[in-house]
């Protein structure tokens, strides 16, 4: 019977039609394994081999991988989102009342979008605190881990600049009481500890920089959205790959080295 | 309790209510593969070395992983609709006044501190610890593998700050502040009209001092006293500790400086919710 199946089997990987379609076979080989991950472009920040112990889900928790693909998520959500919604104070908020209402399937764009962003903010954080528990930031990995660290910033502050942007009262007031924390900036904010307050303004301290105004505005809205959909992402997406290829090139995820 | 049931079952209280079983859970996951390591001992280096070919085995994995995550996220994106609110109005403040609930832990330490320390020193602080802790951290063990015995400083310290002064300090910004800030059980009804008397005195009016000159070199003298304990304990221990000697003065500095920062703010909340103290330092150009 098994004889008959690997003669039959044979006969049609050998036939002429098989051949014209499928134009060599996959072998069952380490070569063809190592060539898999290094002959493709999505796939060669890989290694061609890992450690066994950085499969085991109970070690890696698997967090470092869903925080990028928390990130792709929003990437692609976010520029679908973008054909809909413009950063103007007149239209954004009934944009996004578009999207909930008119236009198809918007609700869920925005809410993939929105969940997506929460998500990763999670599990940047788990990621980090599996990261510190198995100790991987010792020698060699510490520039890695402050990489990382700078990560972690940024997704808050994508997070953050992009709350704003549906323009609503939750928008306003959360960024409005965030921003509000740059007033007392030491120095640079007019109302910080050591401020020379006839030079430092309000209308030019560190807050106004961030907001374009006194208070939470239009400019803000425009200056949020470029830094949420432009600035910021390209800096990640730097950074990401600078924290993929160090974990690459410093042994792998961890283990001692 | 109808306040806390809207803030349970709002949408962007989810992440936090998830929060409240993912941390225990890995907390879980990581005591008992650290509690196996330290009773088998510490994985050799064959097995920490024991290579796959990554392809099939780790993409496979990824793709399994990327697909329950899509799963997961594809429900809750159906189930639960992002919340919008009424259009912006820089005139009406709603109260209490939040921000996104990752930053609830800096916002409830404005309630201790004022917001030159809360808003920007304290963080500041907090992200170059995070990143400096690869270079004071000097124990060569367990890297790679879950440990408690090889390293329970690091461990404590980290999982207090993480877990306790960043993570609680979220869930109580988030579920059990209401209007004016105040602190609302989740029993409790809402009262925007709750007063709370402000009875807070500082430090050193309750040892008697009333002279604001005076004043200023006892807060000074007390916080210079409280950041000397770091120096103090080096020159006390240092004859006998091998650990201090290895560490070296530069690394202790910066260890004692972030440690004694970061233990400031649950002593400035006992300080404040057992003795009513307000400012442990009050200067003509801050108070602390």
């Known amino acids: 019977m098994n004889e008959e199946r690997k003669g039959l089997k044979e006969k049609i990987t050998n036939s002429d039609i098989w051949k014209s379609i499928f134009r060599h076979g996959y072998e069952n080989t380490g070569r063809r394994y190592t060539l898999q991950i290094l002959q493709n472009v999505w796939l060669h920040l890989h290694p061609p081999r890992i450690s066994r112990h950085a499969l085991n889900f109970r070690f890696t928790w698997c967090m470092g991988g869903i925080t990028f693909l928390m990130f792709l998520v929003t990437a692609v959500t976010g520029v679908l989102l973008m054909f809909y919604y413009r950063p103007v104070a007149e239209y954004a908020f009934r944009d996004v009342q578009a999207l909930e209402f008119d236009i198809p399937f918007g609700m869920l764009l925005r809410n993939m979008h929105r969940w997506a962003a929460h998500g990763m903010v999670i599990s940047v954080m788990l990621h980090m605190f599996r990261v510190f528990l198995t100790g991987s930031y010792k020698k060699p990995r510490e520039f890695n881990w402050a990489v990382g660290v700078i990560l972690l910033l940024i997704t808050f502050f994508l997070s953050f600049t992009g709350y704003l942007l549906p323009w609503d009262q939750l928008a306003y007031w959360a960024v409005t009481v965030g921003t509000n924390m740059a007033r007392a900036t030491p120095v640079l904010g007019h109302e910080g500890p050591f401020t020379p307050t006839d030079i430092v303004t309000q209308a030019n301290d560190v807050r106004f920089a961030l907001l374009g105004g006194t208070i939470v505005g239009p400019s803000t809205l425009l200056r949020f959205y470029i830094l949420h959909c432009v600035a910021v992402p390209l800096v990640a997406s730097l950074l990401m790959a600078l924290h993929f290829w160090r974990v690459r090139k410093d042994g792998g995820i961890s283990g001692p080295l | ?288």
Not at chain 2, 236 to 241: A, D, L, R, V
Not at chain 2, 253 to 277: E, G, Y
Request: charged share 15%.
């Open chain 2, 1 to 288: 309790m109808e306040h806390f049931l809207a803030l349970v079952s709002k949408p962007d209280n989810v992440p936090i209510l998830a929060m409240l079983f993912l941390i225990p859970y890995f907390m879980w996951l990581a005591y008992k593969q650290a509690r196996q390591t330290d009773r088998a001992g510490v994985p050799s280096d064959a097995a920490l070395n024991d290579k796959v070919y990554v392809w099939p085995y780790l993409c496979r994995n990824e793709f399994v992983c990327a697909i329950i995550i899509m799963l997961v996220l594809g429900v809750w994106s159906i189930m639960i609709d992002a919340p919008l609110e009424e259009p912006s109005d820089p005139a009406k403040t709603p109260n209490p006044s939040k921000a996104p609930w990752y930053f609830l832990a800096l916002q409830e330490m404005l309630v201790y501190f004022d917001p030159w320390i809360a808003g920007v020193v304290l963080p500041g602080f907090i992200i170059a610890g995070l990143i400096a802790i690869p270079y004071i951290d000097i124990n060569p063990k367990g890297k790679g593998y879950y440990t408690i015995k090889e390293r329970p400083f690091a461990l404590a310290v980290f999982s207090f700050g993480f877990i306790i002064l960043w993570i609680v300090l979220m869930i109580v910004g988030t579920f059990l502040r209401g209007p004016g800030w105040n602190i609302f059980m989740p029993w409790q009804y809402w009262d925007p009209h709750k007063i709370v008397p402000l009875t807070n005195v500082n430090l050193s009016y309750l040892f008697g001092i009333r002279d604001d000159t005076t004043a200023n070199f006892f807060g000074f003298a007390v916080v210079a006293g409280y950041f000397a304990l770091g120096p103090i304990f080096y020159f006390w221990k240092y004859k006998t500790s091998r650990f201090l000697q290895e560490l070296g003065l530069v690394r202790y500095v910066i260890v004692s400086f972030l440690f004694l920062s970061m233990v400031a703010l649950p002593i400035k909340m006992i300080l404040r919710l057992a003795l009513n103290i307000k400012y442990v330092w009050v200067s003509p150009w801050f108070n602390i």
